[in-house]
């Protein structure tokens, strides 16, 4: 894949795949008559993912400014393990059922199902690595510890994750709602 198209380093959809994006803007998604309450749904737990990691971000900064309490690993240990559980089962119903489904509709843009799928496989090394910084953040409470080493490398790859997350995000929704009101495709 082309360096720029990453996750890492692109800042938004490649011209050529913003054909629909471009024609369907998103202030005009709600009003639209093939706008659906799956649609809907979908993007709501896209605005979970969201609120989730800036929760944790702002836990985290709390036990860093010493104003989280006594109640911050068991937090922390619980928004985490839900986070990627469900983004993780999210993520595997679009590759297995939403991405087959919508790839087909409009050839301009069935090139960005293969940047989404890249996407998926480049998020699996991020939240492997929250996890594994999460636990180092959990031992350290459990030894008695205030942790704030791994707190802080916790901190800063939360808000790397947020930042590669929200692209991902974004760019994702600017190709399958644009296909939906195109389309009229329903999503179940």
């Known amino acids: 894949m082309d360096s720029k198209l990453t996750l890492d380093t692109r800042t938004g959809l490649p011209e050529h795949l913003r054909v629909l994006a471009d024609k369907y803007p998103r202030e005009t998604w709600r009003g639209h008559a093939n706008f659906n309450e799956l649609t809907a749904f979908w993007l709501d737990r896209h605005l979970m993912f969201r609120q989730i990691m800036e929760k944790l971000i702002g836990d985290t900064q709390a036990h860093l400014d010493d104003k989280a309490g006594p109640r911050y690993g068991a937090e922390l240990s619980r928004y985490t393990g839900f986070f990627l559980q469900q983004l993780h089962g ?67 790859r939360h808000e790397g994750f947020q930042r590669f997350l929200d692209r991902h995000l974004t760019d994702e929704e600017e190709v399958i709602v644009p296909l939906v009101l195109e389309y009229g495709a329903d999503m179940a």
């Open 90 to 156: 999210h993520h595997g119903i679009e590759d297995a059922h939403y991405f087959p489904q919508f790839k087909p509709l409009d050839a301009r843009v069935s090139g960005a199902f293969d940047l989404l799928d890249h996407d998926h496989h480049a998020l699996d090394g991020h939240l492997h690595a929250l996890a594994d910084h999460t636990n180092a953040v959990l031992r350290a409470l459990q030894k008695g510890g205030n942790a704030r080493d791994e707190a802080g490398a916790l901190l800063a």
